[in-house]
């Protein structure tokens, strides 16, 4: 059974970072991008950037590319997003998902259940 | 950057009838778009890919149309459990990607 299991919520400072996990199970990992999306409240999806481990780099979606870091440890089937210089506005529900078809375009058929981030002073 | 328009913002229907909802691209995606489905509370669940091609386990009253700049996701005879925010999702710079800003279903 494929599924993405993602790491608690976090509550954080602003200026902080903040580094959530997503872990993969019954995909091939390193040919299976890790993709990342999150929803501020009450807002739509936003794609923030991805991993597919064979290729090796990350790609970001350009409003995060100064503050995010996306990571991949094949040894654990395991994916991070670190982001950086928190501020009110990142406050949201941070996604991973992956598709099942591995190397070829397509949409996100698998999600992870969503990690809560908010950022309080 | 490819920008994807759905429209309308919000869609009222009742239940039994047909919803069609829309999505504009600013330029040509092919037939690299997705269509999604949101519930409150749940993470977005897949409906369609390649414009046309309905996720394993998904009820043939959704259908995806279009190509190019111009899509469109059917929902037919609408039951209680369709009424839902509505994505789309195109991936013709994979592994790049853009969501529209959404379309809510309510029922009317």
């Known amino acids: 059974q494929v599924q993405l299991v993602q790491s608690g919520a976090e509550v954080k400072k602003p200026g902080s970072s903040v580094k959530v996990s997503c872990k993969s199970s019954g995909v091939t990992f390193d040919k299976s991008g890790i993709f990342w999306v999150r929803q501020a409240p009450g807002q739509g999806l936003e794609w923030m950037g991805g991993i597919i481990p064979i290729f090796g780099a990350a790609n970001y979606a350009q409003p995060f590319q100064a503050r995010v870091t996306i990571t991949a440890d094949t040894s654990t089937s395991t994916a991070y997003l670190e982001l950086s210089g928190l501020t009110s506005e990142d406050t949201a529900v941070y996604y991973c998902?992956?598709?099942?078809?591995?190397?070829?375009?397509?949409?996100?058929?698998?999600w992870g259940q969503g990690t809560l981030v908010a950022v309080s002073s | 950057e490819v920008v994807l328009t759905q429209s309308p913002a919000t869609l009222s229907v009742s239940p039994g009838e047909r919803a069609t909802l829309s999505c504009r691209a600013s330029q040509s995606v092919s037939s690299n778009l997705a269509w999604y489905q949101q519930k409150p509370g749940q993470a977005p669940r897949l409906l369609i890919s390649?414009?046309?091609t309905r996720a394993t386990g998904i009820s043939a009253r959704f259908s995806g149309s279009g190509s190019g700049t111009e899509f469109t996701l059917t929902i037919s005879s609408l039951q209680s459990e369709d009424f839902a925010v509505y994505y789309c999702q195109e991936y013709n710079n994979w592994p790049r990607f853009t969501f529209g800003q959404g379309t809510k279903l309510e029922i009317k």
């Open positions: 390649g414009a046309s």
């Open positions: 998902a992956t598709d099942l078809t591995p190397l070829q375009p397509n949409g996100f058929d698998i």
